[in-house]
């Protein structure tokens, strides 16, 4: 048993067709991953130093989170179109953040910033651990 051991799942046309994507991914959101510390202290290496990392690094270490890869065309600035601004008061209604957020420090998402961010953020995935809420009851 590995707590870094990773799978491919992939939801096939028939279950995109029939709008079940939703459906699957919140039953692996009752399964999910929750950040080291050490792991976010990585991730936000850019911010250290800043007044609000060390809450940022409590926030995003307490609870779960849902961690995705998504590939295709310009796919690192359509997602943080998708997403809005970091600061949810400018983000415009139809974004994500625009629509769901209250506060910077609390505005739902995350997405990577650049090519460049995205494949340092997605390399972090593979080498630092994770522990999975099955795994959290196992060694309790
Ligand atoms: P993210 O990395 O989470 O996608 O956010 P971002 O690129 O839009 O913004 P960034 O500058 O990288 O900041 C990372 C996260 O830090 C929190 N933050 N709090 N003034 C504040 O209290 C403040 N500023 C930033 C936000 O949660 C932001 O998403």
Not at 63 to 74: F, I, K
Not at 86 to 108: M, Y
């Amino acid at each position: 048993m590995s707590v870094n051991e990773r799978t491919y799942i992939m939801i096939k046309p028939d279950g995109v067709q029939r709008g079940l994507v939703g459906n699957i991914i919140a039953r692996f959101e009752q399964r999910l991953v929750q950040a080291t510390e050490a792991h976010l202290e990585n991730h936000y290496s850019d911010l250290k130093g800043k007044p609000f990392f060390p809450g940022l690094i409590k926030y995003m270490a307490s609870g779960p989170v849902v961690a995705m890869v998504w590939q295709g065309l310009d796919a690192v600035k359509t997602g943080r179109a998708m997403l809005g601004t970091t600061n949810p008061l400018q983000s415009p209604p139809g974004s994500i953040r625009g629509d769901f957020a209250l506060a910077v420090g609390r505005n739902i998402c995350h997405g990577s910033d650049s090519v460049e961010s995205a494949e340092k953020e997605i390399k972090l995935q593979g080498v630092v651990q994770y522990t999975t809420s099955l795994e959290t009851w196992i060694f309790e």
